[in-house]
């Protein structure tokens, strides 16, 4: 606790020089001081919390209103410990362009000693990039960024300064186009050779058209599936129908002959009667269940569609031909192909069902 206390006297004693240094931003406000003080103090507490990006963001804005050496060395130090390096020793020029004055207080002279010695500390940190690209057309200057930043022509063929971490290079050209993903750690120096490679023809994305071949070759009429499900279906609906209506009748005949309190059959014809209709009505019930998955085979089969005939092509947007119009060399046209068409009729005899029919 008597530490916390001190460290924050002499903070609070180092801001209050800056503030009252003579000649230093003689043309801030007392209110801008007082802002730059809170926000200095802010960022402090952030900064012992663990929250870095929070505490820079303070740090910056009181230097933003005092512009001293002192606000810029807790700004460096903030973005050295983001792992900023690179923005790091650009804050700590920005203090060296200011030179130091006679009347500077302690504390500014402080800040720049201990700005000298971090940037001493960052300098041999920071990691480098050897770009070399190959593939170029004779003549051609490859264009090269890093991180979606475009590289000076003359600073293209010298190792690049980044931070640590993740990068993402590329290089592009007439003659082709490269890209490479590369991680560096402080202090090192990573090669990253770019071989230019063609685009594909009409861009990177393939044409539309490619993945439309085989739709377009697909149509939606009735086919020997669809047929065959149609069938099918009107003979298990005929079948359903017939059996029954023929369990109706064996009901019927049963209802008569069995009597008793629980319609017990002791007739042979009830007995007889009461097993047919059971029969029938399970014949019935399948008749119509077959009729069921009939119509499901048709109606998928047209969603679905099927391959045209080899020649054929889907009728995608193509007007149909004038019927009237003859060839170019006066011959009558051929008359169209007739469409295929099913034509079933259901018959029904006494004790039997079925359908006939022409395709």
């Known amino acids: 606790m008597g530490s916390r206390r001190v460290r924050l006297l002499m903070a609070a004693g180092a801001v209050a020089s800056m503030l009252v240094a003579p000649g230093a931003n003689a043309q801030v406000s007392a209110a801008d001081r007082e802002t730059a003080r809170s926000m200095m103090q802010e960022g402090r507490d952030l900064r012992d919390k663990g929250d870095l990006k929070g505490a820079l963001q303070r740090f910056k804005t009181a230097d933003d209103i005092m512009h001293v050496p002192t606000t810029s060395l807790e700004v460096a130090r903030a973005e050295v410990a983001l ?10 020029a920005a203090i060296r362009k200011n030179p130091a004055q006679p009347d500077d207080p302690a504390p500014f002279k402080d800040a720049r000693v201990k700005a000298d010695e971090l940037d001493a500390q960052v300098e041999g940190k920071v990691p480098s990039l050897a770009i070399t690209v190959s593939g170029a057309a004779e003549g051609e200057t490859p264009a090269i960024s890093v991180d979606g930043v475009s590289l000076p022509a003359a600073a293209a063929a010298v190792p690049r300064k ?57 149509v939606h009429t009735p086919g020997v599936l669809t047929y065959g499900g149609i069938v099918v279906g009107g003979i298990g609906l005929v079948a359903g129908a017939v059996t029954g209506i023929m369990t109706l009748s064996k009901a019927s005949t049963v209802k008569s002959t069995c009597k008793g309190p629980n319609n017990t059959c002791t007739d042979q014809t009830g007995i007889d009667a009461l097993n047919s209709g059971n029969s029938l009505a399970t014949v019935s019930t399948i008749g119509f269940a077959v009729a069921g998955a009939g119509a499901v085979v048709a109606i998928v089969s047209l969603i679905v569609g099927h391959k045209a005939p080899e020649g054929a092509s889907a009728p995608a947007n193509v007007p149909p031909a004038d019927p009237d119009a003859a060839p170019a060399g006066g011959d009558a046209a051929p008359p169209p192909a007739t469409e295929s068409h099913l034509h079933v009729t259901p018959w029904v005899s006494v004790g039997s069902a079925g359908l006939f029919g022409t395709f």
């Open 83 to 92: 792992g900023l390096l690179i923005e790091a020793l650009d804050t700590i």
């Open 162 to 218: 980044v931070n640590p971490g993740h990068h993402v290079v590329t290089a592009r050209a007439p003659s082709g186009q490269a890209k490479e993903e590369v991680d560096v750690a402080e202090g090192e120096k990573k090669d990253v050779p770019l071989i230019l490679a063609p685009e594909a023809a009409g861009g990177e994305n393939p044409p539309a058209e490619q993945g439309a071949e085989v739709p377009r070759n697909v």
